[in-house]
């Protein structure tokens, strides 16, 4: 009786193990897909300090990884008071008196999460999530100190040059290596236009500070999502754990059209953040007084792309669609496009199989994801009250607010799901 040894299954690898590539190892494991994460960096690490999650991220980490529900409700931080447990954000005025005569801590907004969720947002530190994801990435799965220089298409096989002299070998690549991604010049070619990110005329001082003193400092709102608004100016705050708190400090000063270093990090100053923030109320003064570090990060994003795949090469995350923080979801975007390429690839055992599975997947969330880098930036104008045709009109910044919310999280990915598949099997008929 002759024996046939069974058909290898298709091996990926899968560049870069931020959040979005350990996300994107999880959606993989589970379907099934042999495949190996190659990180740059020595350990897992992420840069900057706190996440937003909304219900879009929630739903697509659950349905990534179910054990992750519990972590969800132990490590992270979500509105405590009554007035506001089913609040997503407090907007409020920064500035000591507007020219409308609004005042410092005057409320503009309470954007409401939705209906279907209990808690109007969660929020944790970027390293706790990502040391949550990683717990359950398969042992073996990752190597590190892999530095991507190059792909190579030779025959029916990818090559991967690393910065350290060693290559390695696979049937499909998937790029989760952010906004300077090397994946997306292979995606795109070496001379499209959409290879550069575009500054967006924003820089922003981040830092932590004790959640005791913001208390001190804000009120009761101190445990809430907050943004004091000014014009050309903002500030965001919140609750990362139950001890520290984000700020971001986010400035677009009239005139500002170039960020002019090769470092999208540049030296700031204590007296130049104060001046900045000048007519904005003294706890705010006060509170920019607490955070450690003045340097000033340039505020980028990434081109449209006319595609997020060439073959069997494809871009999640930041090599994708990265955008401004405004939106507060950049990372749920992410996740999302994980949960959708791994249910495409469930149960594809060829290469064709995986060609079809990649151009459903941009068909899917091109689209979705594009169009969140546009509105991430409109929120950015809207908190600053620079938007055209909305300024500081508190009615107009409520409608587009919602609006705008409402379109992120009312997401129903499922059907999303189907919607590749369907579109897979209409390519391969």
Known sequence: MAFTSPKPKPVFAVIGGGLCGAALSLSLSRAGIVHTVYESAAVFSEIGAGITLLSNAIQALTKIEPKLAEYLERDTTWNKSVEHEHTTMIYKVGMREMRSGKKFGDKVHCLDGPPWDPVGRRCAHRASLLEELVRHVPEGTVQFKKTLVSILNIESKYELRFAD???????????????????????LGEDDPALKPAFTNTYAHRGLVPHSIVESLLGPDGSNLMIHMGYNRYL???????????????????????WDSDSWVMPGTREEMLEQFEDFGEPIHELIKCMENTDKWGIFESAPARTYVNDRVCILGDAAHASSPHHGSAAALAFEDGYILGGLLSGVDSLCGITAAFRAYDETRRPR?????????????????????????FEKIAELSDTRYGWLWNLDLERELERGKRFMQSINV
């Open 165 to 187: 002299g060693t290559c390695a070998f696979a049937d499909a690549v998937i790029g989760c290596d952010g906004i300077k991604s090397i994946t997306r010049r292979f995606v």
């Open 236 to 258: 965001v705050s919140y609750p990362v754990n139950d001890n520290m708190v984000n700020v971001g400090a986010f400035c677009c000063p009239k005139g500002l059209n170039r």
């Open 369 to 393: 994801t594009q169009a969140f880098v546009r509105s991430s930036r409109d929120i950015g104008r809207m908190d600053t009250f620079t938007m055209d045709g909305v300024g500081d009109n």
